[in-house]
């Protein structure tokens, strides 16, 4: 079983839709939390960031971690053409770079 | 602009004929790391640099090689390339170790080996 888990989708939805996002994971010992974005041929980018449990909300995106159920989540609002791309959920014990466990990343299309 | 580069971007090559992906921040940063990126895989460390002349493995190291000469390159090198390796490969760097939210990824190299 691997460490993280992510629907690979493809995840197609309508322009202004909200958008949830998910991963499971397995080691209880993970505090850091974060997604990444990537759009087609490109490296990916950092989107959010979130320390333990709760949420964390940037413009139209909010991240979720519930550390009791081993599940975190993004939430895109208002979704828009431009947020098409590959999501990667990341997680790490120590917030070092050196211990990141990546999901496979769920791949997301905008209909406009 | 604040950037990591690799080189090449797209790579076939045949079993066995050495290669060398080469990887460039112009940051100052300490950190610099490998990946590679298959479906289903998701991203998975190959090896890794704390800072020059400091290396250690990742997740999956095995047939690759990599050094730091110098603070702002980490070339990935793979002595005898196998069609196993046909992978997409990301190089990242981050200012410190252990800052791993602040990571900037390349564009990545499409490898292919035959």
């Known amino acids: 079983q691997k460490e993280v888990e992510q629907d690979p989708g493809p995840l197609s939805v309508p322009e202004g839709a909200i958008v949830s996002l998910n991963c499971t994971y397995s080691?209880?010992?993970?505090?850091?939390f974060m997604w990444y974005r990537q759009y087609s041929r490109k490296g990916p980018e950092l989107l959010m960031y979130t320390y333990s449990s709760g949420n964390k909300e940037d413009g139209r995106f909010t991240a979720q971690v519930d550390k009791s159920s081993k599940y975190i989540s993004l939430f895109i609002r208002d979704s828009q053409p431009s947020d098409s791309a590959t999501y990667l959920c990341?997680?790490?014990?120590?917030?070092?770079?050196?211990?990141?466990?990546f999901g496979s990343g769920t791949q997301l299309t905008v209909l406009p | 602009e604040a950037q990591v580069t690799q080189n090449p971007r797209y790579l076939i090559t045949v079993t066995g004929k050495k290669l060398t992906v080469t990887c460039s921040q112009n940051?100052?940063?300490?950190?610099m790391s490998w990946y590679r990126q298959d479906p289903g895989l998701g991203l998975r460390q190959i090896y890794y640099s704390m800072n020059v002349e400091v290396t250690d493995k990742g997740d999956v190291p095995e047939g690759y090689k990599v050094s730091r000469k110098e603070k702002r390159n980490f070339p990935l090198i793979l002595e005898s390339p196998s069609p196993n390796q046909t992978s997409l490969y990301f190089c990242a760097s981050s200012l410190y170790p252990g800052e791993s939210y602040e990571q900037y990824f390349g564009p990545g190299t499409r490898l292919t080996v035959t």
């Open positions: 940051m100052n940063h300490e950190y």
């Open positions: 990341a997680m790490s014990r120590t917030g070092s770079a050196r211990q990141l466990t």
């Open positions: 080691n209880s010992a993970f505090q850091y």
